[in-house]
């Protein structure tokens, strides 16, 4: 059995043994072991401290109780009666994974004065099985199967809905205005299998007969190309949660007692509302939200109207005018006794938990230097409202087993998310500390607005659209405010970390199932990186936004987008969209130009 390491409150992971508190350590370029915490090393190790150590030597921050050989309960695990000299020092280190390649960092803790980690002392340990540090983990679950092409186009998606007390119950009608694109005897509509009620009228007021299958639903009615038609779609029940093998927190309809989060991302909004998961079919939408007594609601686009209602309860209308893929339609709402609306900057608004707004103003303090860095480069912004939703998610942590070739050790491990819904993108709470660590992940949901939102993937394979910007803009806005000499260090790692990986597919035509995994996400930001090289900042940040001119507002395939951004360059970014794009090894590292202009 699996000897646990419990996360401590200083950051550090340790157990209890009969020899002696047993410590997670990592190893330093510089050869040193120190305490590892969630940051990179060389290596990794236990390093084991005598049971009749003094007190202020040991990293041990155990309360009376428990004895030596019992695991100690979490909320055990707690500094009393030391001195503050005795105390873990704090410092900067690299945070781990995709992060950790985004280029910041988080404070942790390092050993007190008389803690120095001797090399004899550290037994190196090795990962078992497939356990990689900084490698992507995958959830043992189905891989949904792509959204099939319909025959219609929506225009615009007119919905309402109303959230019971505990927000996992829904009463919505959803009136869906389209057009045919080829004849059709059905208008399928995709939407998860929730409802326990389901009603369908056509615009004649009639009630067509629809039959569920693996996809949704299938409206009995026929349409010819360019024929309009409008489906009202009447529907109740209990939305359930979706889950992806590549994505470390359930998805969809995200329910507790004090919030509604709708988390789409991977998993498409027909788990929760009915219409088109094809990221190609996009729509303008106008969402009525009525919600509890002391609640308020937040969606997409523009609050048209605040309201309360005969009964206490409230009524929120948003309107989004700019089309938008069905995957980034997000409806949220809140218990107002538990979080609140913070104007960090003008017309900039987060909804946060209440306690948290020392944390959030300083988090997004940027915001408005961040927006002026992505205008700059990618031209003015798409749309006519921005916010951010700080709120808590069922997130997963994963397993990380190791052994020293005798026992075998377990620590659990959290992943960091934030998603990228239209003109609101969503982040996880615990990542807001305010000490500006979650910069590069804030401009990268920014960023989305115009690559993924205004110009988005045409299928969900196309990600390269969608993605390979906004994970470099978090490395351009760490060269921002770090300097260039880090920034060429970082993205020099960043390559490392995938240069003898073997890729199966290429960028252009990923495996659907490591869409998401962090060697993918690197590799499309080192796409970015070479383009930039190729093309000296001046004309990259140019092509970018020709690019967004271009598609603004429309869905585009990788190849679509390459060739765009190929004819503003004359026809010469042929060979290198080929090499990067088509091809399955990574090309070499793009190497520094001597005409790069000197953007700020």
């Known amino acids: 059995m699996p000897l646990r390491l419990i996360r401590r409150p200083d950051g550090a992971y340790a157990r209890k043994s009969a020899q002696g508190e047993e410590v997670l350590v990592s190893k330093k370029p510089d050869g040193s072991w120190d305490i590892y915490q969630n940051g990179s090393s060389e290596a990794l190790g236990i390093w084991r401290r005598p049971a009749d150590s003094p007190q202020k030597e040991t990293l041990g921050f155990w309360k009376d109780g428990p004895t030596i050989s019992e695991e100690p309960p979490e909320e055990q695990l707690i500094a009393d009666g030391r001195s503050l000299q005795d105390l873990p020092k704090p410092k900067k280190v690299k945070r781990g994974g995709l992060l950790g390649w985004l280029g910041f960092e988080k404070t942790v803790y390092e050993s007190g004065p008389n803690g120095k980690i001797e090399p004899h002392e550290v037994r190196e340990l090795f990962f078992l099985e497939n356990d990689v540090q900084g490698k992507e983990i995958y959830r043992d679950v189905k891989l949904p199967k792509p959204p099939k092409a319909k025959p219609w186009r929506a225009k615009h998606y007119d919905v309402s809905l109303k959230i019971g007390p505990d927000g996992s119950t829904v009463s919505g009608r959803s009136l869906i205005h389209g057009y045919g694109t080829r004849p059709s005897g059905e208008i399928p509509l995709d939407l998860g299998h929730f409802p326990g009620d389901l009603e369908v009228t056509d615009r004649s007021g009639m009630k067509p007969l629809f039959a569920w299958n693996d996809e949704g639903v299938k409206v009995r009615q026929t349409i010819s190309p360019g024929e309009e038609f409008s489906l009202e779609v009447k529907y109740s029940g209990k939305p359930q949660p979706v889950s992806h093998p590549g994505v470390p927190s359930d998805l969809g309809w995200l329910s507790s007692d004090s919030s509604l989060v709708t988390f789409n991302g991977a998993a498409p909004s027909s788990s929760w509302l009915p219409g088109d998961d094809n990221p190609a079919n996009k729509a303008t939408y106008d969402f009525q939200i009525q919600v509890p007594e002391h609640h308020f609601a937040v969606a997409n686009g523009k609050l048209m109207e605040e309201k309360v209602l005969p009964n206490g309860e409230k009524l929120f209308h948003y309107r989004s005018r700019f089309p938008m893929a069905s995957y980034l339609a997000s409806v949220n709402t809140f218990d107002e006794r538990q979080f609140a609306r913070t104007e960090v900057a003008p017309e900039f608004e987060v909804v946060h938990p209440r306690g948290m707004e020392s944390q959030v103003h300083s988090e997004f303090k940027n915001h408005r230097r961040m927006m002026g860095f992505l205008e700059k480069r990618l031209g003015k912004y798409p749309f006519e409202t921005y916010g951010a939703i700080v709120t808590n998610l069922p997130v997963d942590s994963y397993k990380t087993r190791f052994t020293d070739g005798e026992n075998t050790y377990e620590a659990d491990s959290v992943f960091e998310i934030a998603f ?120 990259f940040y140019s092509t970018l936004k020709g690019a967004v001119e271009a598609h603004k507002y429309e869905s585009v395939s990788v190849d679509e987008l390459a060739h765009t951004m190929n004819q503003l360059n004359g026809g010469r970014l042929s060979g290198f969209f080929q090499r990067w794009l088509h091809e399955k090894e990574l090309p070499p590292y793009p190497e520094s130009r001597t005409n790069r202009t000197g953007w700020s």
């Open 420 to 539: 990228e819904a239209q003109t609101r993108p969503i982040f996880q709470a615990d990542s807001i500390t305010g000490k500006g660590d979650f910069e590069p992940t804030i401009i990268h949901e920014m960023a989305h607005q115009w690559y993924g939102n205004a110009v988005t993937n045409a299928s969900q394979d196309d990600v390269w659209v969608n993605e390979a910007f906004p994970s470099y803009s978090g490395w351009l806005w760490m060269e921002e405010e770090k300097g260039s000499e880090v920034f060429e260090a970082e993205m020099r790692g960043l390559y490392d970390s995938v240069k003898n990986h073997k890729f199966g597919d290429t960028m252009a035509r990923p495996n659907r199932d490591k869409l998401f995994s962090q060697e993918n996400y690197a590799r499309m930001t080192l796409s970015m990186h070479a383009l930039r090289r190729k093309l000296g900042d001046e004309q």
